[in-house]
C-alpha cells in the first residue's frame, strides 16, 4: 500500500472488534431503512394481514377470514405489533360490544409495496402454485370482494360453485354458495335454502387461473368451466364477479385508499 494512502482493508485477525456485536434478539440491528421497514413489514403473515386491510376488513374475525390458515392466537400478537409501531389504530365500538382495526396514514403508505408485490407476483410467481394452495373457501372469499354491487339486478342472484380437482384435506368446501344482493354478497358452506339461479361446475385450479387472470373467460366458458342456468344471468356473471377483467398492472384486488 503507498506511503500516505491512510485507507486500510481489515482482514483476517486485524478486523477489528468494534464491528462484532451480539446476536439480535429482534430486528436486523442496522440503520438501513429497509432493514428498519422490513421489521415491520417483512415478519411472517404481515403482509397477508395489511392487504386484508387494505380490501377493506375492520374487524378481527374479518381479517382472519381473508387468513384463515393463520391462527387466531398469532393474528392477535401480528395486530398488536402494528399497533404499536404505529401502522393500525384499533377503535372501540361505542357501545364498547368489540373494536375495529383501521390503517393509519403510515399503514396507508404501504399501499404502493403491496401493489408492487402483487405484480411481481402475478408476473413472476404464477409457476409456484401448488394443490395445497388451492382453497376454494379463500377463492370465493377473494370472489366475494371483487363482485361489482352496481350491476347486481334488483333481486338476489343465488349461485352454486361445485369444485373438483380440491384436495383432500378441503372436500368440506367442495360445493359453496355465493349470494348476490345490491346490499351486500355472502358466502354459504351450506345449502342458505334459497332458490339456485346458476350453477357453476369446474377444477378449482382453473377458476384460481381465471380469477388471476393466467387464463381468461373466453378460453374456459363452457369448455374447463360450465354454467347451468339461466342464460341471461349467466352472460352477466363474468360481468358480476369483473371476471371478463383480469388482474394486472391496471386492475388491481384493492385500490389506493381516499387521501
Known sequence: ??????????????????????????GYGEFC???KASEIFA????????????????SFNDIHRGVPLMSRTLLAARLRQLEENGIIVRRIHPDDSGCEYWLTPSGEAFHDVLRDL????????RDRLTADDLNPGLLMWRMRKRVDISALPERRVVIRFEFSGVPRSRTALRI??????????????KDPGYTVDLTVRSDVAILVR?????????????KALSIEGDRQMARQLPIWL?????LGRDYLPFGRPAA
Open 43 to 58: 415478519t411472517r403473515w404481515t403482509p397477508l394481514v395489511l392487504r386484508e386491510l387494505m380490501l377493506g376488513a375492520h
Open 118 to 125: 402483487s405484480r411481481w407476483g402475478l408476473a413472476h410467481a
Open 176 to 189: 359453496i354458495w355465493l349470494i348476490l344482493e345490491r346490499t351486500g354478497v355472502d358466502i354459504c358452506f
Open 33 to 35: 431503512p429497509i432493514a
Open 210 to 222: 381465471l380469477y388471476l387472470g393466467h387464463v381468461n373467460w373466453q378460453e374456459v366458458a363452457g
Open 242 to 246: 369483473q371476471l371478463h377483467r383480469q
Open 1 to 26: 500500500m503507498p506511503d500516505g494512502d491512510k485507507s486500510k482493508i481489515w482482514t483476517g485477525s486485524c478486523y477489528p472488534k468494534m464491528f462484532e456485536f451480539p446476536a439480535m434478539k429482534s
